[in-house]
């Protein structure tokens, strides 16, 4: 069961704990003890982006977390596929794919042996197939929510997740039939929807008529589609002219509802994979706000656990972050600083420079009384990043490197990095005015 820090301590002076793990710092006692146990409880605010996570038992906060986890993972995918594609515009041998495509065999009783068939293709999306980059962020937040689950005895669990109706937020008035007919229902072509829906007016110079073009606001090479909300009508000239420079412009960038969808995706997850007790945001606001609490992720995570009143919170918040540790490209698709040709000739291994003097990637350091995490190496020094995950630079220098002897080393972390701040948000006004 949760411990004050001191007890703690005095345990493993005594020999009656030891230390299981770090983060968050847990110890197990070497004594036999009684069955009594307190009810605890975990609330879990989840999000696309954020995780927020309390551990509340008898008007109490024993603990609070916030999670934050990867979202590049798309744009790593689609940096890959890029680096991939161009070997056609290389002169390489072919090469086969060895995970899409296997090869059959059967035997043929009058030649008496096995023959080959024709190639059969082997889709890698199996049931309950997803994304990576949504698998990536339902796998770690089911995982930290178990991990969280066994530090306690028995612990009720409460997770909050979300339900959206996406068209329903993007036509409030649609209903029946209309959800099985897209935007363009009822016209040739997207272009003429968007030239419609435009009222065949330049979006730039704010007049009719012309030859008119769609424009892409968010450019198609940057993982965007062909969607109706990332269109817009210009004329030809003004589109010429934007490309070129010699129009400056600002396109009103159109909302993006890719989090509501992760959110349903997550909600059916945690269904099929968890057994606890499912609330919703607009439970959670209030009980929020009858607790006198500001918004934030890990105070929605006091108020999903159920607690009525609250008496002592801790004022530690123990911050989680996913990182990408290693770099996993076979060659470089432009040169480094510092070299006038990309490195092709490097093996991997060697461009992935992981540890320099006894420090690792992602350990966490100490410099110029500040706290940070290696991101780096370079020739006789590294990089650090600190909490804000902004460069830690040397006082009254502008480059970022650090020299060795300037870092201190706490500890090594793996993909993940943990730090504690200060809870800085305050009881709600109304409740100040009691």
């Known amino acids: 069961m949760p411990c004050t820090p001191r007890k703690a301590r005095i345990l493993l002076k005594e020999g009656k704990g030891k230390i299981i793990q770090y983060n968050p710092f847990t110890i197990q006692l070497t004594i036999p003890t009684g069955e009594t146990v307190q009810q605890v409880s975990i609330g879990v605010d989840t999000g696309a982006k954020n995780i927020g996570i309390a551990i509340t038992s008898e008007e109490k906060v024993l603990g609070k977390a916030e999670i934050e986890l990867r979202s590049d993972i798309k744009e790593n995918l689609a940096s890959r596929k890029t680096l991939r594609r161009s070997r056609r515009n290389r002169k390489t041998r072919y090469r086969r794919s060895k995970f899409k495509y296997k090869t059959t065999r059967k035997y043929d009783p009058k030649k008496k042996k096995w023959i080959k068939c024709k190639l059969e293709f082997d889709s890698d999306r199996k049931d309950n197939w997803l994304p990576p980059s949504i698998k990536s962020r339902v796998d770690n937040t089911i995982a930290w929510i178990n991990k969280f689950a066994s530090l306690a005895s028995n612990p009720k669990i409460i997770i909050e997740v979300g339900k959206f109706d996406v068209q329903k937020m993007q036509n409030p008035d649609i209903q029946g039939i209309e959800y099985q007919q897209g935007d363009v229902y009822g016209f040739w072509a997207i272009r003429y929807y968007v030239f419609a829906r435009d009222n065949y007016t330049c979006q730039i110079c704010k007049k009719k008529g012309g030859i008119l073009h769609t424009h892409h606001i968010i450019r198609r090479r940057d993982g965007v589609s062909d969607k109706t909300s990332n269109l817009a009508t210009v ?162 220098k502008s480059y970022k490197q650090v020299s060795f002897s300037d870092v201190r080393q706490k500890n090594h972390n793996g993909n993940w990095q943990f730090f504690i701040e200060k809870d800085t948000s305050q009881f709600i006004s109304h409740l100040h005015s009691r």
């Open 235 to 396: 004329h030809n000239s003004c589109h010429e002219g934007f490309h070129s420079g010699r129009i400056n412009h600002t396109f009103k960038t159109p909302k993006s509802y890719k989090e509501t969808a992760f959110m349903n995706i997550l909600r059916k997850q945690i269904f099929d994979r968890l057994s606890c007790k499912i609330t919703y945001g607009n439970i959670t606001t209030a009980d929020r706000y009858q607790l006198g609490l500001e918004k934030s992720h890990t105070n929605d995570a006091i108020a999903i656990s159920g607690i009525q009143s609250l008496k002592k919170s801790e004022d530690d918040i123990l911050h989680i972050r996913q990182i990408r540790k290693n770099k996993r490209s076979l060659h470089e698709s432009t040169a480094r600083k510092g070299r006038k040709e990309p490195n092709r000739e490097s093996t991997r291994n060697k461009k992935n420079t992981i540890c320099q003097n006894g420090f690792y990637i992602n350990d966490k350091v100490e410099l110029f009384g500040q706290i940070g995490f290696i991101s780096g190496f370079c020739q006789g020094g590294l990089y650090v990043k600190g909490l804000d995950n902004n460069y830690v630079t040397k006082p009254g």
